[in-house]
């Protein structure tokens, strides 16, 4: 994703797992192991990586979105 402001290119990985401390240690492993194998992307270098933990819940009509800046 890019900002718009900026023009900077990030990395992003959302997960929306039941278990969200499980969710978040894979988003933040598969950004991280991504970022530093490929610090560009079609030669142009990516800035960081954020992961996004979506928990909902089926009964109701509720839900969170945690956003969070990995590197």
């Given at each position: 994703?890019?900002?718009?402001?900026?023009?900077?290119?990030?990395?992003?990985?959302?997960?929306w797992?039941?278990?969200?401390?499980?969710?978040?240690?894979c988003?933040?492993?598969?950004?991280?192991?991504?970022?530093?194998?490929?610090?560009?992307?079609?030669?142009?270098?990516?800035?960081?990586?954020?992961?996004?933990?979506?928990?909902?819940?089926?009964?109701?009509?509720?839900?969170?979105?945690?956003?969070?800046?990995?590197?």
């Open positions: 994703m890019r900002n718009k402001e900026t023009g900077e290119l990030f990395l992003f990985e959302f997960k797992w039941k278990d969200t401390e499980s969710a978040t240690k988003a933040t492993q598969q950004i991280e192991d991504y970022f530093f194998q490929n610090p560009t992307y079609e030669g142009e270098r990516i800035a960081g990586g954020y992961i996004g933990i979506l928990t909902l819940n089926p009964d109701s009509n509720a839900g969170s979105l945690k956003v969070k800046r990995v590197c």
